[in-house]
């Protein structure tokens, strides 16, 4: 059974940091590219970051040279470092496993994130 969960959420002040945590069980995901999405109150899920099996990255715009997303393929663990923290990054955060190959997708529970101005 595959399970992605979650840690790290919490409250952090504008200008703080937050370090979430994803670890995958389940199979192995070397090959699959590993994201963070979120989703804030009446607004759409949206990529946040993703980082490919070769280490490749990709931000959203709204998140470059603030948010750092790294894997570690032997632990099956994806992070995102979070700094320079704003009101607008208020949202649950999602891991997300992706291998379009396979035709796999699966997601975390999610994890709340409260940024205060």
């Known amino acids: 059974q595959v399970q992605l969960v979650e840690s790290g959420g919490g409250l952090a002040q504008a200008g703080g940091s937050l370090r979430l945590s994803c670890a995958a069980s389940?199979?192995?995901?070397?090959?699959?590219?590993l994201g963070w999405y979120r989703q804030a109150p009446g607004k759409q899920r949206e990529l946040v970051a993703s980082?490919?099996?070769?280490?490749?990255?990709n931000y959203a715009d709204s998140v470059k040279g603030r948010f750092t997303i790294s894997r570690d393929n032997a632990k099956n663990t994806v992070n995102l470092q979070m700094n320079s923290l704003k009101p607008e990054d208020t949202a649950v955060y999602y891991c997300?496993?992706?291998?379009?190959?396979?035709?796999?997708?699966?997601w975390g529970q999610g994890t709340q994130v409260t940024v205060s101005s």
């Open positions: 997300n496993a992706k291998n379009s190959v396979l035709y796999a997708n699966y």
């Open positions: 389940g199979r192995t995901f070397s090959r699959y590219v």
């Open positions: 980082i490919s099996s070769t280490g490749d990255t």
